[in-house]
């Protein structure tokens, strides 16, 4: 009933650019808050960024300044542009979103399938 697709991972070499996308769809009223997190070989998924409806951003102290998440509400999409990319980058990356499918419904998460980046030096 509800989906989050995922888009824009693959192969840089490191120092370059890469610009996720995640879109959500089906039984959804409102989202609140989106994001992203990540999850490398042997390591366990960590919070890379997330954002509010009204556009209030958090970062991990490893991507802020080279990262930047941002949303578009009116098409339940989530963006993050990954600049200066390293290979201590290289993660599966998933989106995440808190949803409403009613009004004065609880809030679910959901989260997406992942896209893998692949920072090479």
């Known amino acids: 009933q509800v989906q989050l697709v995922e888009s824009g991972g693959g192969l840089v070499q490191a120092g370059g650019s890469l610009r996720l996308s995640c879109v959500a769809s089906?039984?959804?009223?409102?989202?609140?808050?989106m994001g992203w997190y990540r999850q490398a070989p042997g390591k366990q998924r960590e919070l890379v960024a997330s954002i509010t409806r009204g556009g209030l951003s958090k970062y991990a102290d490893s991507v802020k300044g080279r990262f930047t998440v941002s949303r578009d509400n009116a098409n339940n999409t989530v963006y993050l542009q990954m600049n200066s990319l390293k290979p201590e980058d290289t993660a599966v990356y998933f989106c995440t979103m808190a949803y409403r499918m009613l009004p004065s419904g609880a809030p679910y998460d959901y989260w997406g399938q992942g896209t893998q980046v692949t920072v090479s030096s």
């Open positions: 089906g039984r959804i009223f409102r989202i609140d808050d």
